[in-house]
């Protein structure tokens, strides 16, 4: 097979089992019982398997998600991490900012340190050589040129003071500088420890980065294989379920072909009989619903939304909000009865949405009175009664039709399916 047949099978499967499954539907209809019966083998065998594939693409989707949450942890932790971490640098970096700025201040300092001692040492041998070429005073000149003693001893005191000062200027400025010139070498080898622990610090930050950059990728690569996966899971499910559909309704059309068969043609009880197949009388109220199996009536299911009609012009009489686990019952009566009814009345129940619980309002026949609720367990439709504790008419003749065993038939559920064409 070439790889653009490979591709155009794989693209069209689905479209292909649904085309195939359909045609086995419209096939059923010439199909003997014993095909049919085949048939339903088959579909079930369909739908195990399908549900066999459902179960490990579940198993596979879930094991993917474990696997997504264990990485989205792993990159939480590598985040805060990667964030303790970044903190640190920012302090060693703003540490290592202000090492290099006292140093810069220290070296400015110990310049200008060292210029002023070397203009010290300058005025100091300037001083010197004025001295040795004016020649320094003797005592005797001093004392002669002194107004008395006073006077000599501040002139003494004088000299004494310029020599010890100059000393002290130029010792000072010498300590100064070597405390200057050391804290210099101090804060370059702090400069070379904090450049240290900052490039220590920024390589285990890029480090981090990496690893997060690795579960990231990781991540994506885990996320499209779920996503196509789950994809599949969702396929495989809503082909579980059309199969599932089709069953349905072909053991609801050999249901029906076997009620049909044994069903009696008398109405216990009623005003009259009703021939099943003799002529409808009126519409089918409940049009693709799957039917289910006969008691006070007809059990039937569909999708959430599907609408339940007026079978002809009715009333509504009675609403009983609780009529089974929680579930209302609609009361009608036929505006006029039709020819061999059973009963006046008719009734929906169970799993259904009224358009309306306003007592009196008319509806006209194919009228929707409501629509298939999305949640309980199937409605029932049926005769009615307006004086039986069920509001039944099979309620008011023959409980036990309330206990039906499941694939039997009722009189009760067959009748009112003849007189309104159910399928």
């Not at 002194?146 to 000062?165: K, V, Y």
């Not at 939304?305 to 089974?324: D, E, K, R």
Request: net charge positive.
């Amino acid at each position: 097979m070439s790889s653009a047949t490979e591709t155009f099978a794989s693209r069209f499967k689905p479209a292909i089992v649904l085309a195939l499954s359909c045609a086995v539907l419209l096939l059923l209809g010439a199909h003997s019982p014993a095909a049919r019966a085949a048939s339903a083998g088959a579909l079930a065998q369909q739908i195990s398997a399908g549900q066999s594939r459902v179960s490990a693409l579940s198993g596979v989707v879930g094991a993917d998600n474990g696997h997504l949450r264990r990485l989205d942890a792993g990159i939480a932790a590598l985040e805060s991490r990667i964030a303790r971490i970044q903190a640190d640098l920012n302090a060693k970096r703003a540490e290592l900012a202000q090492v290099r700025r006292d140093l810069s201040a220290a070296r400015v300092k110990l310049a200008n340190l060292q210029a002023y001692e070397r203009r010290a040492r300058y005025v100091l041998s300037k001083q010197v050589v004025a001295s040795y070429e004016t020649g320094q005073p003797d005592i005797v000149t001093v004392v002669l040129d002194s107004n008395g003693f006073t006077d000599l001893l501040e002139r003494m005191a004088f000299a004494q003071r310029i020599r010890t000062h100059d000393q002290q200027i130029i010792e000072a400025v010498i300590q100064a500088r070597d405390r200057v010139a050391a804290q210099a070498v101090r804060l370059g080898v702090l400069e070379g420890r904090a450049q240290a622990v900052t490039a220590r610090v920024l390589a285990e930050r890029n480090q981090i980065v990496a690893a997060k950059l690795t579960l990231l990728n990781e991540q994506m690569a885990v996320t499209r294989v779920r996503d196509k996966k789950a994809a599949q899971l969702s396929r495989a499910r809503g082909q579980v379920a059309m199969l599932r559909h089709q069953l349905a309704l072909l053991q609801a059309e050999q249901a029906q072909q076997a009620s049909q068969a044994a069903a009696s043609q008398a109405i216990p009880g009623g005003a009259g009989t009703f021939a099943p197949g003799g002529g409808r009388a009126g519409s089918d109220p409940i049009p693709g619903f799957a039917i289910g199996r006969d008691d006070m009536g007809v059990d039937a299911s569909a999708a959430p939304g599907a609408g339940i009609y007026a079978p002809v012009a009715s009333t509504l009489v009675q609403v009983l909000q609780n009529w089974y686990a929680g579930q209302p019952l609609l009361l009608f009566q036929f505006n006029t009865p039709p020819p061999g009814a059973p009963s006046d009345y008719w009734y929906v129940a169970e799993e259904i949405a009224p358009v309306t619980t306003a007592l009196g309002t008319s509806f006209q026949a194919g009228q929707r009175v409501a629509s298939f609720a999305s949640s309980g367990t199937g409605i029932e439709i049926g005769w009615g009664s307006a004086t039986s504790n069920t509001r039944t008419l099979a309620g008011a003749t023959d409980p036990a039709a309330a206990g039906a065993a499941p694939g039997t038939t009722t009189t009760w559920g067959e009748s009112f399916k003849s007189a309104f064409g159910i399928p």
